[in-house]
């Protein structure tokens, strides 16, 4: 097990067959406040975590705060698991193949700071045919030298790796509710600072879990500051606005008329395109002037 408060969250709430919604709901916090704890995307505030130990302590006498601090195999035999089953390595992320990691890291090392910032996302809303959904969040190198990947809104936030390769940004996220993986391809103008990703999303992400493709668009909408706190404490209130966008006003015609386009066989026809794909580098370059971004 690694040494994280995500794993001995989880552990804990194993121990005490204890799901993450029946917590969330006694703790009065959202549900994928208690999924970012778990999967270790963030640690909870001072408050949050007094708040969760005072409650966990009702359940298994005798947690205090500086339980968090022990050691895994430790930990685990305080809740009554078998430290040899929570002690086994996990391996970090998904395997890729050294090849593709030599060539992100590479692109981090040497533009890493273009991506970084304040990000918005906008595509269409698969459940709500017409309308689009927001989300807001942040793009900030991580502790093993990638660039991190966080965007939501009040109810759900997607993580992951973002993997800049010759010219395109490959992400690999999952969600902090369902975990289920998503996948995002963009293609970029090259510039000092990019301000606009604009690609396609893959995932399951409807009611049914039916595979989808489909446009978005990332839009930057500030930059960090440095100051990590701050730069969190930022992020985090962008997440709190409503995902599912009702205002048509919230979406330009441009961006409008980028997202929800035509293709197939009656598209192709008068000139368009037979499969759904994201613009390339001089189509994108277009993208960027009608939504009003400096080159």
Not at 89 to 106: H, K
Not at 110 to 116: C, D, L, V
């Given at each position: 097990m690694q040494s994280s408060f995500g794993e001995r969250l989880t552990l804990a709430l194993k121990a005490l067959s204890m799901s993450?919604?029946?917590l969330a709901a006694e703790l009065q916090v959202d549900k994928s406040l208690v999924g970012r704890w778990a999967s270790g995307a963030v640690h909870p505030a001072a408050h949050n975590l007094e708040r969760l130990t005072?409650?966990?302590?009702?359940k298994h006498p005798g947690l205090t705060l500086l339980d968090w601090e022990r050691e895994p195999a430790d930990f685990a035999a305080f809740f009554g698991v078998d430290p040899v089953s929570v002690t086994q390595?996990?391996?970090?992320?998904?395997?890729?193949?050294?090849?593709?990691?030599?060539?992100?890291?590479?692109s981090t090392s040497?533009?890493?700071?273009?991506?970084?910032g304040l990000w918005r996302a906008t595509h269409p809303a698969?459940?709500?045919?017409?309308?689009?959904?927001?989300?807001?969040?942040?793009?900030?190198?991580?502790?093993?030298?990638?660039?991190?990947?966080?965007?939501?809104?009040?109810?759900?936030?997607?993580?992951?790796?973002?993997?800049?390769?010759?010219?395109q940004v490959f992400v690999i996220a999952t969600d902090t509710v369902r975990h289920l993986p998503c996948f995002m391809i963009f293609n970029i103008v090259t510039m000092p600072k990019i301000v606009l990703m604009?690609?396609?999303?893959?995932?399951?992400?409807?009611?049914?879990?039916?595979?989808?493709?489909?446009?978005?668009v990332m839009e930057r909408i500030?930059?960090?500051?440095g100051d990590r706190p701050a730069d969190d404490a930022h992020a985090e209130s962008l997440m709190t606005r409503p995902q599912f966008v009702q205002d048509d006003e919230c979406v330009s015609p441009a961006m409008r008329?980028?997202?929800?386009?035509?293709?197939?066989?009656?598209?192709?026809?008068?000139?368009?395109?037979?499969?759904l794909t994201a613009a390339g580098t001089p189509d994108l370059a277009k993208v960027v002037a009608a939504l009003n971004y400096p080159g």
């Open positions: 993450r919604g029946r005072r409650l966990l302590a009702e390595p996990r391996q970090p992320g998904v395997p890729l193949p050294p090849e593709t990691l030599d060539a992100a890291y590479a040497q533009r890493g700071e273009a991506y970084e698969v459940i709500a045919p017409g309308r689009f959904f927001h989300e807001h969040g942040m793009i900030r190198r991580g502790v093993g030298g990638l660039l991190r990947f966080e965007l939501g809104g009040p109810d759900v936030r997607y993580v992951g790796s973002i993997l800049p390769i010759e010219g604009d690609g396609i999303l893959l995932t399951a992400g409807n009611a049914m879990r039916n595979p989808s493709a489909y446009p978005i500030g930059d960090l500051t008329n980028h997202l929800i386009r035509d293709f197939g066989p009656e598209a192709i026809k008068a000139g368009g395109d037979l499969l």
